[in-house]
């Protein structure tokens, strides 16, 4: 997935946009989204304002990476209802399973002779 700008972006006046919808599109859009009802984004991957409103910025500055963040964010509060469960890991559970795992490649090793 990448963030671009939208062909109805506010420097190309020759294409209208819709109310609703943000200057920001998502390439590479699932498919099977497409189908999903959200207040965050419309078929083909454009964004609402309600994605882009998210953006908390005191300077205002609206880039691809902070809209890709806003929109993420954005997701988990509605993944659940396109039918996806949302598994949260906390940061030290994910340390202790890299840990765990790196100890048993290292045992496997001395195992192996190496």
């Known amino acids: 997935m990448k963030f671009v700008k939208a062909p109805f972006n506010p420097d190309n006046k020759t294409i209208l946009r819709p109310e609703m919808l943000s200057f ?14 959200s207040e965050y984004f419309i078929p ?8 882009i409103d ?7 500055k609206v880039d691809a990476l902070r ?16 039918g996806y469960l949302l598994f949260r890991c906390d940061s030290q559970l994910k340390n202790d399973a890299i840990r765990t795992y790196l100890d048993e490649w290292e045992k496997d090793d001395q195992d192996a002779g190496f």
């Open 54 to 60: 998210s953006i908390e910025d005191p300077e205002g």
């Open 24 to 37: 920001w599109k998502i390439n590479n859009f699932p498919e099977e989204w497409n189908i999903c009802v």
């Open 67 to 82: 809209v890709e963040q806003a929109f993420f964010h954005c997701l988990e509060q509605e993944i659940e209802s396109f």
């Open 44 to 51: 083909e991957g454009h964004l609402t304002c309600a994605a």
